[in-house]
């Protein structure tokens, strides 16, 4: 089944703890992206990847880390995790992204992540 | 950067309704996207739609790429098209970021 997977789905963690959040991908996707969802705030993009080894900020990217070693797996990293970023988390998925991004996204089913 | 407004934000239907969902945004975008958040959370992609018209079933999507706006139809409402909906696009404001809109909110009484 054609898919986005995302690891763990609900997460809770001390403050300072550095964490990874886990998504991959099955349907050889180039494109790969991560959205927190809060209350008030919506949907916003922290990071996103063209391709491997290629990736950039998206609107909120300070505290996170990402990195794009191989097409199918793109990690979230919380280098030392702050009550603020406790939120909703969603990665997304594409054939293409950018000018020549003429496809819907796949999204997984989310984590949820509560820092204490 | 890119403003995304979706109207209304919340809207209640008797089943069997029918209701139009509004998307504005503020510059030419290279995709746009319509999507259902059901009350689970999960996202489900409902439409890639930058221009034209599509149809999948009792769900329909129009873009005005000129005029800068998306409608989403959704006829003869059912309890399970209750959710958040939420339209995305694509600009270039220093790099292809996805913007969402703030969603429209559908409660359908049975």
């Known amino acids: 089944e054609a898919q986005v997977t995302q690891n763990p789905r609900y997460l809770i963690t001390v403050t300072g703890k550095k964490l990874t959040v886990t998504c991959s991908q099955n349907?050889?996707?180039?494109?790969m992206s991560w959205y927190r969802q809060d209350p008030g705030l919506g949907l916003r993009q922290i990071y996103y990847s063209m391709n491997v080894e290629v990736t950039d900020k998206g609107d909120v990217p300070e505290g996170y880390k990402v990195s794009r070693k191989e097409k199918r797996n793109f990690p979230l990293i919380l280098e030392s995790p702050s009550p603020n970023q406790t939120s909703l988390y969603f990665c997304?998925?594409?054939?293409?992204?950018?000018?020549?991004?003429?496809?819907?996204?796949?999204f997984g089913s989310g984590t949820r992540l509560t820092v204490v | 950067g890119i403003q995304v407004e979706q109207s209304p934000p919340d809207l209640i239907l008797q089943e069997g309704a029918n209701s139009t969902l509004r998307c504005n945004f503020s510059?030419?975008?290279?995709?746009l996207q319509w999507f259902h958040q059901n009350p689970w959370g999960q996202l489900i992609n409902l439409f890639y739609i930058p221009s034209g018209t599509k149809q999948n079933g009792r769900l329909s999507a129009t873009t005005v790429a000129t005029e800068r706006y998306s409608l989403l139809y959704i006829s003869s409402s059912q309890t399970t098209d209750s959710g958040v909906y939420f339209c995305?696009?694509?600009?270039?404001?220093?790099?292809?970021?996805?913007?969402f809109g703030a969603g429209t909110r559908l409660f359908v009484k049975a």
């Open positions: 995305a696009v694509v600009g270039y404001t220093g790099g292809f970021k996805t913007i």
């Open positions: 997304a998925s594409s054939p293409r992204g950018g000018r020549i991004s003429n496809y819907g996204y796949t």
């Open positions: 510059d030419s975008v290279n995709n």
């Open positions: 349907m050889n996707h180039e494109y």
